[in-house]
């Protein structure tokens, strides 16, 4: 017998177990070849074969070398269980299993002596979802009737930009008895109430950006949706910035400040504004952490838009010489309305944080009005390459703290004046209609979303530790990897469609939630439609409860 | 479901007016309360225009309380006028001991005061009233205002005339904007408050329907003006918007609309009034309503007016002759009243416009 050492790895320590049917293999190759992570390979196994060739039984044994598909036991190349031999065997005889038995999160940082990075999205699921105990429970009926929702027109549109309070409006009563503007008041931008989140051109291949961006455009050309698109930080393609499609992206900023140096010198050039900035001060997947693009994803376009080498990116933690809630208002002031000429409202997101509420009632107490927009992210987004421990152990719940924040303003009089957006694990069911309707009625004046555009676009990972190697620049379908033969495995067009089909479908939902409640238009803060089955979530959140 | 109505003429009218054209609309509403505002009084009143009325129904404990507090504000009692009732039994009236309406003269070191000072003044003494009575239901104060009476009272609308003596027309209690309806908010609990009409400085606001963004109102109107409170009915939302758009922020009536019921964005679009209809949506949003409602309101200049949600509709109809303008949620209350009017002439307002008639009975129908 071989000699064995236990603490050799085996398919056993890992997440994943490759099963094997060496009878249906016909050994053509595509799965080892499919699979991007090298985690199986071909190997030969040595096999006794017992047979009779006499007409009487008269068993013999063979030992032959026969060829097989292994499973690849290192902490390097491991299965994360992605599906993609299974997809591709013609004869289903390959495919993952979980191993409830994993000792993967020891072995790896004793093995590799350094923290567990991956991809995707919070993996420490227990409980059922705060907004799945929460139900649209207010019907208008009798004295209120319901909205027809395929016959009534709905105004389903969401602010972007600062709004004054009524008494600071510059109108007064000119000589016709109409009102005029007689001063300035802040940009704000009318958009759907869906923003599509900040994934930069680097985490994402060339191809998803494209189509997402793409996706966007046909929304808003051909289906009258003013979906806009966040470019998370990273740059945009120049051609994109000097294109007339500029007035549907929010461009973003964040700590390391990459790609600005691009979209700087296109400006001169830039036919439209674009639809805002946002900057980004933090993460709901991962806050507390700057962005981390790995070397393995800096391909040349990368490094072309973002000015860098081939070398590991990271954004700080923090902004650089931002010291205080104050001083990020100055920033913003100082660089980005002024750089548009206060044409473009200008937005902030942080991760959601016990300390949010004191760092959005400094926002809306500022006295310039210029911060467009309070981006509040939670801890069940994704992201594309975080320390396992920040995903799955830091952050906060999106549902109360954007809850806090509504009151919190209303408690001065001042809702609505920095619209709130939230994210962090929206539509992590499948259905963002009904979590952003209901974050809507909690307050929020939009959404935000990233994973579930990666989903729609055929990612295969979720939340039970799927794939989730977003960070290898290895992915599997093609969308967070830059790795040529990857991303050609993603049909860019029929992604695009699939984004706008998701988005006429929510469309539609959104109407058929809105139309029980009696509203044709968004029924911000509206927390008397909400009753929660759960007594603690309905005191917290100041909605009846049911039961 | 509510039956609101309003009767504004040239001429001084009798509450009776208004109990014949809601009496008529009975099997309309649940008959479980009368309330009207009086603009423009007469009769009693008519030599008093210029001080202000306080209109309350009190226990002996509640009017002492208001008297004290008055007379400390340095007020001076110039007339009362206490309705005789009839106290027959067998009534449906869930009666208060008192009904107290009294005009004062202003304090001494008020007289030469500026108006709006004034107008402050009489708000503040109002919620203070309130305030003071509201502990041991001692007493509800409906309106301290010049010119303005208010009567509200549980029960029967047929049995409240009865006992207020209001079936029987006289030239002592008469006013030429009459405001009224005939239920009590039975939705929730049975409050005198509840029941609209409702009057904040000179504005009169009554409404049917349900405000389905009720609770987006009241969270944003709370901290808009001290006067913005109570909020016993949904309906009171729409007086607090009105007061604000059209006294606060001293904008056109017109405006009112654009606030309440804003044109979709593609419309506001298309218009070269854009960048302020815009400005009001965006900044007023929360003022929002969304139906289903029809809104009857008075201005302090007297001037009547009507607009309906943009959605849902609560039916409205406006007849006239020379001398007296009615609405009526239907258009039986005004038959009973303006029996010989010309009804083809009779209008039926859409959901983008706003009807108002002037002191001169004159109809604009401004449409937004």
């Not at chain 1, 940009?187 to 930069?200: F, H, L």
């Not at chain 1, 790609?259 to 036919?271: E, S, T």
């Not at chain 2, 104060?141 to 049995?159: A, C, H, M, N, Q």
Request: include cysteine; charge should be neutral; proline fraction near 6%.
């Amino acid at each position: 017998m071989e000699t064995m050492k236990v603490q050799d790895v085996t398919p056993n320590d890992l997440p994943w177990k490759i099963i094997y049917d060496a009878h249906r293999c016909t050994l053509c190759g595509s799965c080892v070849s499919a699979c991007s992570f090298r985690a199986i390979e071909a190997k030969v196994e040595r096999r006794r074969l017992i047979f009779s060739e006499s007409e009487l039984p008269e068993p013999q044994s063979r030992f032959s070398a026969v060829p097989v598909i292994r499973q690849v036991k290192s902490i390097k190349n491991y299965c994360r269980g992605c599906g993609i031999c299974e997809k591709i065997c013609p004869n289903d005889a390959i495919r993952p299993e979980r191993n409830p038995d994993s000792r993967h999160p020891i072995i790896t940082r004793c093995l590799g002596g350094d923290s567990i990075k991956r991809g995707g999205r919070k993996n420490l699921e227990s409980t059922v979802r705060t907004l799945d105990k929460i139900r649209v429970g207010r019907i208008s009926q009798m004295t209120d009737p319901s909205l027809d929702a395929q016959r009534h027109t709905f105004d389903m549109l969401a602010p972007f930009g600062r709004i004054l309070p009524p008494e600071k409006l510059p109108l007064g009563v000119g000589p016709d008895g109409l009102l005029q503007t007689s001063g300035t008041t802040p940009p704000v931008n009318w958009i759907y109430p869906v923003i599509i989140g900040d994934m930069s051109i680097g985490a994402l291949s060339w191809r998803m950006w494209e189509a997402v961006a793409m996706a966007v455009a046909y929304l808003n050309e051909e289906c009258g949706l003013p979906v806009r698109m966040c470019s998370g930080e990273g740059g945009v393609p120049v051609r994109l910035l000097k294109s007339k499609y500029l007035k549907y992206m929010i461009l973003q900023i964040a700590s390391g400040h990459f790609g600005w140096n691009r979209i700087a010198k296109a400006m001169p050039h830039m036919v439209e504004d674009p639809a805002g900035i946002l900057i980004k001060i933090g993460q709901g997947a991962k806050p507390g952490d700057g962005g981390l693009l790995m070397a393995q994803k800096v391909a040349e376009h990368i490094q072309a838009i973002r000015g860098v080498p081939k070398t590991d990116l990271l954004s700080p933690p923090n902004h650089q010489g931002l010291y205080s809630i104050e001083e990020s208002v100055q920033k913003m002031f100082l660089s980005f309305n002024a750089a548009f000429k206060f044409r473009v409202p200008v937005a902030i997101k942080v991760a959601a944080s016990a300390t949010s509420v004191s760092v959005f009632n400094n926002l809306v107490r500022d006295p310039y009005n210029i911060v467009g927009g309070f981006f509040l992210d939670g801890i069940d987004g994704g992201t594309g390459a975080a320390h396992e421990v920040s995903l799955d152990h830091t952050g906060h719940p999106i549902v109360s703290k954007l809850r806090d924040c509504y009151l919190a303003a209303t408690a001065q009089g001042r809702q609505g004046q920095i619209p709130l957006w939230a994210a962090g694990g929206l539509g992590k069911t499948g259905d963002l209609a009904a979590d952003a309707f209901k974050m809507i009625c909690l307050g929020a004046n939009g959404v935000f979303s990233g994973k579930l555009i990666l989903q729609m676009a055929g990612c295969v990972g979720n939340d039970q530790g799927r794939c989730n190697a977003c960070n290898t620049g290895l992915c599997p379908v093609g969308i967070t990897t830059q790795e040529p033969p990857l991303v050609r495995r993603l049909d860019p067009e029929k992604v695009a469609q699939n984004i706008v089909n998701y988005f006429l479908a929510m469309d539609t939902e959104f109407k058929k939630l809105m139309a029980p409640i009696g509203n044709s238009s968004l029924p911000v803060g509206r927390a008397d439609a909400l009753v929660a089955t759960d007594q603690a979530v309905a005191d917290k959140l100041q909605v009846q409860y049911v039961c | 479901m509510c039956r609101i109505g309003a009767i504004k003429s040239l001429n001084y009218l009798h509450p009776s007016q208004a109990l014949q054209l809601m009496q008529s609309q009975q099997k309309g509403h649940d008959n479980s309360g009368f309330a009207m505002i009086m603009h423009d009084l007469g009769g009693i009143f008519e030599n008093y225009k210029h001080l202000p009325t306080l209109s309350m129904a009190a226990t002996d404990e509640g009017v002492r309380l208001a008297e004290d507090i008055l007379h400390q504000a340095g007020f001076q009692r110039v007339m009362q006028w206490v309705p005789e009732t009839d106290n027959r039994p067998g009534l449906d009236i869930n009666a208060m001991p008192n009904y107290v309406f009294e005009t004062f003269d202003y304090p001494r070191f008020y007289r030469n005061a500026e108006q709006k000072e004034k107008e402050d003044l009489l708000l503040d003494i109002r919620l203070q009233l309130r305030a003071a009575l509201e502990p041991n239901e001692e007493g509800f104060v409906y309106s301290f205002w010049p010119d303005v009476v208010t009567l509200k009272e549980i029960g029967d609308p047929r049995d409240i005339g009865t006992y207020f003596r209001l079936w029987e027309p006289d030239n002592k209690f008469t006013a030429k904007v009459i405001t009224a309806q005939c239920r009590q908010n039975t939705n929730y609990d049975i409050v005198r408050y509840a029941a609209h009409p409702f009057h904040l400085q000179g504005y009169t606001a009554l409404a049917n329907g349900e405000n389905t963004f009720y609770l987006k109102n009241v969270e944003f109107q709370r901290k808009l003006h001290r006067g913005y409170i109570g909020f016993e009915s949904d309906s009171q939302c729409f007086l607090y918007t009105l007061h604000y758009v059209h006294r606060e922020l001293d904008w056109p009536l017109r405006y009112f609309k654009h606030v309440v019921t804003p044109l979709p964005f593609t419309d506001i679009e298309k218009r070269e009034d854009a960048q302020q209809l815009k400005a009001i949506r965006q900044s007023l949003g929360h003022l929002e309503i969304n139906g289903p409602n029809t809104i009857i309101g008075v201005l302090p200049d007297n001037t009547l007016f009507t607009c309906c949600d943009a959605k849902k509709l609560r039916p409205i109809v406006i007849g006239r002759t020379e001398d007296t303008v009615v609405f009526s949620s239907e258009v039986c209350g005004i038959n009973e009243i303006l029996p010989d009017r010309d009804w083809e002439t009779d209008i039926y307002p859409h959901e983008r416009e706003i009807v108002t008639i002037d002191s001169k009975l004159e109809v604009q129908r401004w449409k937004q």
